[in-house]
Every structure is written in C-alpha cells, then in structure tokens.
C-alpha cells in the first residue's frame, strides 16, 4: 500500500517571504499522479498543483511549485512571496490510477505571518 | 453553481440515531467518493463509486452504507452513530481517466453526543 508522509506538522512564514513544505511518498508503481491540495479555515479542499509521475519537469502554478524528485520518492512544495490568504492546512497526495483512490499525508499547518 | 454540494453542512445528533449525508455533483464526473477526516485533520478514504458501482470499500464499519441512486448523486447512511464517529466528511468526485485530481464538496461536520 502506497503511503504518504509529511514531516512538518507545523510551519511559519513571514508575508511575502518563500516556504517550502517537504512530502515523501513510497510506492513501487511507475506510474502515478501526486498533488497538493489546500484547507483554509473554510474547510474546503482546494487544488493546488499536480504532478505526473512520467512527466520530468516540476509542475508550477503562479506561486506555487514542486520540487519533483521521482527517486528519491520525494514531491516538495514551494510558496513563493507568501501571502496571508495561504494560511491553511496543506496536504499532499498520491493516487495510482489504476486504483484511482488518492491517499493524503497527515498535513502541514502553514501560518503566514505578516 | 457549486460543483460538488453536500447537505448538510453540519450535524449534531445524538448516540444510537441514524442520520444521513447527501452529495451531488453537477460536473458530469463518473466516479464519486467518501472521505473522512478525523479531529486530528487526517483524510481516509472510505468508499468510492464509479458509475453506481462500488469500486473502494476500505475497512469501515457496517453501520455506514453508500448509496448511489445515479452517477450524479452519492449518499452517505449511518446507522446506530456512536461517538467516535464524529468528524468531517467530505464527499468527492473525479472524471476518468484525466486524473486531474479530485473536486471535494465543503463538507459535512458530523457531532455526536
């Protein structure tokens, strides 16, 4: 069984400085799909960015990136010019998508300071 | 026009009632989800459904029954509710095989006293 670990229960930043929050993943398919996804205090699930396996270059969304490295089994993400609205609950996430349920990490909690 | 809506928002019902969660998603997905995240904040997968079909069925206890009348629609049915089973339940949906990454409704706080 795939299994998603995230080391950081907490973390903090300073408004408008750059963040990284760390995942590690095991699993000895070849082909999956990792993303990261947001909670703020609304509660509601939100996608942040996504990453395929077969794919090399590190996905990027506006402030957000990955630090893909299949390898090492390891999927980082990077929050540039931090913004108090990215105050949330972060999870990352691993699916196989022959079995298309997607398994979370335990989350990192990220406060923008300002 | 929320994508993925589920009724109620919050629930708090007593020991041994029956309640249940409504879901519906208007994205035309095939396959719908449950996931439950305890006090804790972590999420586990406990059932999904393609298309009407059960496909996932984690370890769960009897007492929660899917239902899925359409493809459209996935309900969550517990019986005789105990105190460990208050937490936040979000439903989900997803269209195969783009792999886009799950869209979750806003979720359902269910407390038990």
């Known amino acids: 069984a795939q299994t998603v670990t995230q080391s950081q229960p907490e973390m903090s930043v300073q408004e408008a400085e750059t963040v990284t929050l760390s995942c590690t993943y095991d699993t000895s398919e070849s082909n999956y799909y990792l993303f990261w996804y947001k909670q703020p205090p609304s509660r509601q699930m939100i996608l942040v960015i996504r990453?395929?396996?077969?794919?090399?270059q590190n996905a990027t969304e506006n402030r957000f990136s990955v630090n893909f490295q299949k390898a090492a089994k390891s999927f980082s993400l990077k929050i540039s010019d931090s913004q108090l609205g990215d105050t949330a609950m972060y999870f990352c996430?691993?699916?196989?998508?022959?079995?298309?349920?997607?398994?979370f990490g335990a989350g990192t909690r990220l406060t923008v300071k300002p | 026009d929320t994508a993925v809506s589920q009724t109620p928002k919050y629930l708090v019902t007593q020991m041994g009632n029956d309640k249940s969660i409504k879901c519906e998603q208007n994205l035309g997905h095939d396959t719908m989800y449950w996931y439950k995240q305890d006090s804790k904040k972590f999420l586990k997968i406990m059932f999904s459904?393609?298309?009407?079909?059960?496909?996932i069925n984690e370890t769960v206890p009897n007492r929660f029954s899917p239902k899925s009348p359409d493809k459209a629609h996935l309900n969550l049915h517990i019986n005789s509710l105990e105190l460990g089973d208050s937490a936040v339940y979000f439903c989900a949906s997803s269209q195969e095989p783009d792999n886009y990454g799950y869209t979750f409704g806003s979720g359902t706080r269910l407390t038990v006293v």
């Open positions: 459904y393609n298309n009407k079909e059960l496909i």
């Open positions: 996430a691993f699916m196989n998508p022959y079995v298309n349920d997607m398994r």
């Open positions: 990453q395929e396996a077969y794919k090399q």
